[in-house]
């Protein structure tokens, strides 16, 4: 099957720059969409960004011009660079990507979710 792994969260102080990483691995025919969402205690999962297969990105007004999605197509994995971090940054980060994989079959993926956390 297909796993998406997160990696890159932790504990920052306002301002500061973080991370995150996301690689995909299993049966692997082609990725279309990646993206990163996150959802903070007791709100909804909200868009932090995407990018398309083409490099075209999107992303969540609360983060434009902060933050930066960009992907290796090599190694299947997207990646987020956070810089001038805020406390309202504060969530659990998932990453998420449409994949079409084994023999003809596609679906969308999430992964298990890392924890930013900006605190002074």
């Known amino acids: 099957q297909v796993q998406l792994v997160e990696s890159g969260g932790g504990l920052v102080q306002p301002g500061g720059s973080l991370r995150l990483s996301c690689a995909a691995s299993?049966?692997?025919?082609?990725?279309?969409?990646m993206g990163w969402y996150r959802q903070a205690p007791g709100k909804q999962r909200e868009l932090v960004a995407t990018i398309r297969s083409d490099g075209i990105t999107n992303y969540g007004d609360s983060v434009k011009g902060r933050f930066t999605i960009s992907r290796e197509h090599a190694k299947d994995t997207v990646f987020l660079q956070m810089n001038s971090l805020k406390l309202e940054d504060t969530a659990v980060y998932y990453c998420?990507?449409?994949?079409?994989?084994?023999?003809?079959?596609?679906?969308?993926?999430w992964g298990q979710g890392t924890q930013v956390t900006v605190s002074s």
């Open positions: 998420n990507a449409n994949i079409n994989y084994g023999l003809r079959l596609g679906g969308d993926f």
């Open positions: 299993g049966s692997i025919f082609s990725i279309n969409n």
